[in-house]
């Protein structure tokens, strides 16, 4: 069984930046697209970047300001955000994609607000 701990949340003013930490309890990036997601209360989860072998794609309302990155070596996938928005506020999980549920972590609060 894989587990996915997210790391890196917090409190930032608009503008501002965080890094978003993804380890995973053994390797499966070789296998896997690995991606980040997030959700906010009463809204569907929803997918931010996604990242294989050949490249990253980004929803179009990260594009440009969120960077999704991996080290293999250390089973860990990342999430830069730079120029957050209040908008930016969720909880952030990590899991491939598809997504498999039993991958599911606890996730990551990010709070933009000022």
């Known amino acids: 069984q894989v587990q996915l701990v997210e790391s890196g949340g917090g409190l930032v003013q608009p503008g501002g930046s965080l890094r978003l930490s993804c380890a995973a309890s053994?390797?499966?990036?070789?296998?896997?697209?690995m991606a980040w997601y997030r959700q906010v209360p009463g809204k569907q989860r929803e997918l931010v970047a996604s990242?294989?072998?050949?490249?990253?794609n980004y929803a179009d309302s990260v594009k440009g300001r969120f960077t999704i990155s991996r080290d293999n070596a250390k089973n860990t996938v990342y999430l830069q955000m730079d120029s957050l928005k209040p908008e930016d506020t969720a909880v952030y999980y990590c899991?491939?994609?598809?997504?498999?549920?039993?991958?599911w972590g606890q996730g990551t609060q990010v709070t933009v607000s000022s």
């Open positions: 053994r390797s499966i990036f070789s296998f896997y697209t």
């Open positions: 899991n491939t994609k598809p997504a498999l549920q039993a991958y």
């Open positions: 990242i294989t072998n050949s490249g990253t």
